[in-house]
């Protein structure tokens, strides 16, 4: 079989954008998004905000730096901050610990499963599983593409991409890192962070347009 024949064979649909929130005031981009079983929090370089995901209506905002992904661990929240990832409190903004990022700076995406953070290396196009308390790399899924996003959702590995211009949700094999499905973003619409609200919707990062947009999940995706 050719490599075209199998690129020919994933399943390929238009990406469902729902709905789309923000620019949020004082903020001219997003990167990192997680979501936290009630709110939608967008890591916008200086703050992270928290919005609620029915109204759009922003309910916090944690100053803090926060350049690239975003993850929640059902109490804490992580940023990646340049070289490092902090492990925040949400309630008080205070940062617990802090490990350092293995892409040295170019990490983009960041999730929490599995007792692990899960980090996108952006240009080498590759997601590493580390230790949340050393940083240490446990394994790594090599892309074929950029890695501007990932996340966990019922088993199933997603990552966005945006690269040439073109921009897409991918649910890949989390051994191998084969495509296994694609969720084409419109044209202009790039994705630089994603998070699963662990049901029916993912949320992305939509860099410098200042918006977090939700994306359906495809319900064949979750069978």
Known sequence: MTRKN????VATQP??????????PGTDRVAG???DGKQVWAATGAALIAFDPASGEPTRTLTHPCDAGTAFDGTYLYQIAEQRIDKIDPATGEVLASIPA????NDSGLTWAEGSLWVGQHRDRKIHRINPATGAIIRTIDSNRFVTGVTWVDGELWHGTWEAEESELRRIDPDTGTVLERLEMPPGTGISGLESDGADLFYCG??????VRAVRR???SGS
């Open 218 to 220: 495809p319900k064949a």
């Open 33 to 35: 998004v997680t979501h």
């Open 102 to 105: 293995p892409g040295h700076g």
């Open 6 to 9: 199998r690129q020919a064979e």
């Open 206 to 211: 939509g860099g410098l347009s200042g918006k």
């Open 15 to 24: 990406a469902d954008i729902v709905r789309e929130y923000g620019p949020f």
